[in-house]
DNA sequence: GGCCTCGATTGAAGCGCTGCAAACCGATGT
DNA sequence: ACATCGGTTTGCAGCGCTTCAATCGAGGCC
């Protein structure tokens, strides 16, 4: 390893330190940190001034290997380029901070690899249990098949039907089902979906709402279309191919399986001087993106609740860790509709 | 196809049961994960056998509380919706996975707070160090403030000129300089900086580059536009007030400060039809963000180093924490034109 | 053969903290 | 006056691992 050159500070105070300053044993300071309850009000605060005159960092190493458990969870992020996990990150940050738990990311890129080591790196440091987003299922199997951990671990953003874990998943045919209500609310009758591809679970589940949607009104789509990604430049594509089709009046509404996509869409329509929008054509996205609110023309979308995601992940945890007799459960979140101007009633 | 059951490991192997295993003791076993050079190849392979027999995992608590020392290092991030911050995590994470440190991450959302709690939780965890994006002056001053604490810290994304810490930065003068010569160099004379508040460092920084490039060949501005903020809308705002100038001939290359607000701009562009690009006006942006690429005109763009940042962190890192006799340095990256469409000679 | 050397292995001593049971103490009840 | 009783505080025994000095054993050498 390194040579014996390890000493920065002159001697970073210690648990013993702290006691003697105060004028108590070692394990009253434990206890002022650990059980405040059990110590006594001016105990606590002899104890407290001192821990700031030393500025003392209690080791945790030390803590956890005589607690014999944590206070940490870990949260392996698949894309930190997506706010919806982003907002994940956020909404289990808040609740961790607000039951004393803190959190460790790890991002795993949707690599199987990254999430995998991002585990391990996890256990070795004994956190309570993992958060774990999820995008496909070989992932899913191959996090299953794992020699059976030591921590509990949740799924998120993912349906896990054979309940191995318990899992908070966020429901896009419910979530395709609102986009398309609401343009038939705002009395749009000819709609065409645009999203793909189908292996990507939640495009897939978009469009089945989608499809149920009409369905249950006894109407069928107009048209549905698959790029090959999500992203404003196939929108734009898909944008222009679809404008003379606006023209001629076959369709008045585009149900889009991301903002991005809606909002290419939207610019290549913008650049056709005779459509104007929305009273041509109304447009929703899904995600809540900035892509969304930050468009010359705000789009309407489907807000994901990614930090309810997140709380809820931690919540789940929090129990299983909790209990012996666990059951795994999953937890279904519903999103929401945000109407802007990109769908407003002609 | 799967197990239907998964429960928890009754008792999890400690570092005895697999010395008890292999035949040998205890000591070996450490020495075998520790200092595999002091221990016969056969005591090696006995040991791993057993290691994998018994799924041990090694304590990290009682690993760094016995040790003195971690391999880990903490990276605060300060905005995990910008895509620089995650090629940092991505480029730290890579270089530590190569030197066998681990990297925990936090996010402070920018936040002078959760930036300090941060590295809080990671000086409990007793990290090697810590590495730090910040933006602005006021959170520089406040981390330096802080009490003298126990593990390093290097600075990312901010020039610490005092050299309190040792930083890494990116150059944002010379950036701002490369994309106004890149301008230049394809035949545009009459340029516009369109970027702001100049609060932020960074964006200041780019427009000196582009006042120094003006300069440097005897030219000056068209014109400086300050926008509240770098974002598409933004963009779009001023595409729309620059089209009657365009039109007019009095400019004809922009430089804009994001690539957010460049295309916003273009997209602002792309509605008056009688301006066509990149023929009426060059746009080049900065970030080499997927709103750069991922454009119906490609935007050309100053890509940041982000990937190099992180590893130049860490690095740094490594250094301080090796060595006794230390100074604090910086490091200067360099960003690099990208060339695309929206800036093609006419 | 006895002695020395050197690589490989081991036993014991903590690392800094927590949990637990035991100890303490002033107050209360009889 | 003495036993009892909560609320507090304390001493002690580890948590699971690494480290380091001590030990072992197999050659090598005179």
């Known amino acids: 390893m390194l040579p014996a050159t390890r000493k920065r500070n002159a001697a970073a105070a210690g648990i013993d330190d702290v006691a003697g300053l105060a004028g108590v044993s070692p394990s009253t300071v434990s206890n002022v940190l650990n059980h405040p309850e ?20 209690p080791n945790g190493a030390a803590r956890s290997l005589a607690a014999g458990s944590t206070r940490t969870v870990g949260l392996v992020l698949s894309d930190l380029g997506n706010s919806l996990f982003v907002d994940i990150a956020r909404g289990a940050e808040e609740y961790a901070d607000e039951i004393g738990v803190s959190i460790i990311l790890a991002n795993s890129e949707g690599e ?5 080591r991002a585990l391990e790196v996890f256990e070795q440091s004994r956190v309570r249990g993992s958060l774990l987003t999820l995008n496909d299922a070989d992932h899913y199997r191959a996090i299953a098949a794992r020699p059976p951990g030591r921590s509990p671990i949740v799924v998120l953003n993912y349906h896990d039907v054979f309940e ?37 679970q939640p495009v897939q589940d978009r469009r089945r709402g989608f499809l149920r949607a009409l369905e249950t009104r006894g109407l069928s ?20 191919a679809l404008a003379p089709r606006i023209l001629a009046g076959e369709l008045d509404g585009i149900v889009a399986a991301s903002d991005l996509l809606a909002a290419g869409i939207i610019q290549a329509l913008a650049e056709v ?18 892509a969304a609110w930050d468009s010359p023309i705000p789009i309407s979308t489907v807000s994901q609740p990614g930090v309810a995601l997140g709380v809820a992940g931690l919540t789940l945890l929090e129990n299983e860790f909790g209990s012996d007799t ?8 519903q999103p929401s509709l945000i109407p802007r101007r990109s769908t407003e009633r002609r």
Chains 1, 2 share one sequence.
Request: charged share 25%; with cysteine; glycine share 8%.
């Open 112 to 116: 199987l690899r990254r999430e995998e």
């Open 164 to 200: 191995l874990f318990c899992s908070a998943y966020i429901d896009n045919v419910f979530g395709g089902e609102v986009a398309t209500s609401h343009l038939l609310d705002t009395g749009r009758r000819r709609l065409v979906f645009v999203g793909g591809p189908d292996s990507l």
């Open 326 to 333: 666990h059951r795994h459960e999953s937890v279904r979140l």
């Open 221 to 240: 789509p107009a048209d549905q279309l698959s790029p090959d990604w999500i992203n404003r430049a196939d929108g734009w594509r898909v944008g222009r």
């Open 273 to 290: 001087p005779s459509i104007s929008l929305p009273e041509a054509v109304s447009v929703i996205g899904y995600d809540n993106n900035q």
């Open 38 to 57: 059990r110590v006594a009000a001016a105990t606590i605060d002899k104890v407290r001034r001192a821990i700031d005159l030393l500025q003392y960092v």
